[in-house]
Structure formats: C-alpha cells, structure tokens
C-alpha cells in the first residue's frame, strides 16, 4: 500500500528564469518535484505525483538564482499564473480537479526590487473524485529586463494520480476507458 508523507502534499517547479528566457522555453529549463514518497518522475516535467482524494496540495516555484545582487536588487522571477488540468488532446478538463484552487501569499504587485514575493497555488482534490490519471499544465510567467513586460509559458508533463481515501491504487482495468 502506498505511504503519503503528509497530509499536505508540496509540489515544487524549479526553474532557470535566464535560461527559459534565453532559449524562449521551459524545455530543460526546469523541472518537478514534490515531498510524496510514491510520485515518479521527479527532477522532470513529468512528475507524477501520487496523492487520495481530498488531499491538500500546494504549488510553489523556485527560481535557480534566488541571490540578492550586488546592487541590492533581486534576480528575474517566475510565478504561476494558471493550473490548468488537461484531456489527453490537451484540451482543459470540464469536471473540476481541485476544490479552492487559487493563489495564496502576497500579492506580486506589492513585490520592491529589495524586497522578494513569494506566493504559491493551493487546492484540495476533490474528495469524491474518480481516481485515477490527472494531467495539467503549468502557466508560468517570468519576469525580463523590461519591467513592463512579462513573458509567459505552459509547462506540460506533469499529473496526479488519484488513489482512493483507502490508498489502494486502482488497476487500468479498473479505471475504465477514461481513466
């Protein structure tokens, strides 16, 4: 039977602002990871984090140049702007994932040069949903040089599997022609 960690489940995208800015992608320029003890895939966008109906997830970004500079200003940023979970054709799901989705922390507006906001997505998965396979998309916006300008990009590859409350994994064959 599968172990959960915690009730909380933290879900950690790590990523290179300069390089995805550089190269104009997320491709090799940042990866997943979360503190749950059966997901696979971690260090990739591929991550697949195993987690039971109700459960209390949390996604939060790291950027891998998080050092005060010189000047006192702080590097190039990226936030999540949208958790999007996604059909097999990449199509956004109509039956909801997540209960209370959304962005806790302080806003981004009030963010200074000296000062670093961080923020992160929260959602419970809703406690009667059917388990199995969930895959979403991560829209990610970074920061550039042009303070008035924002870039934005989907990181596709991650997804939940959704186990019962029992923790017992459900066969393909169980999960039916749409799990």
């Avoid at 388990?131 to 550039?144: A, I, N, S």
């Avoid at 008035?148 to 064959?173: A, C, M, Q, W």
Wanted: with cysteine.
């Amino acid at each position: 039977m599968p172990t959960l960690a915690s009730t909380q489940l933290n879900i950690i995208t790590v990523i290179d602002v300069a390089g995805t800015l550089r190269t104009g992608s997320v491709t090799g320029n940042a990866g997943l990871m979360d503190n749950g003890s059966d997901s696979t895939g971690k260090g990739t966008n591929t991550l697949r984090t195993v987690c039971r109906q109700g459960h209390v997830l949390n996604w939060l970004v790291y950027c891998t140049d998080m050092e005060k500079r010189p000047d006192g200003s702080w590097p190039l940023f990226a936030r999540i702007v949208n958790i999007v979970f996604v059909l097999p054709d990449g199509m956004a799901r109509y039956r909801k994932v997540c209960e209370d989705l959304k962005v806790y922390g302080g806003p981004d507006k009030i963010r200074s040069p000296w000062t670093p906001s961080y923020y992160y997505w929260a959602g419970s998965v809703v406690p009667d949903l059917e388990p199995g396979l969930y895959p979403y998309r991560l829209v990610l916006e970074c920061d550039t040089t042009d303070r008035n300008r924002k870039s934005y990009f989907n990181l596709d590859g991650p997804s939940l599997e959704v186990i019962p409350l029992d923790g017992r994994r459900v066969t393909r064959h169980e999960r039916g022609p749409h799990g």
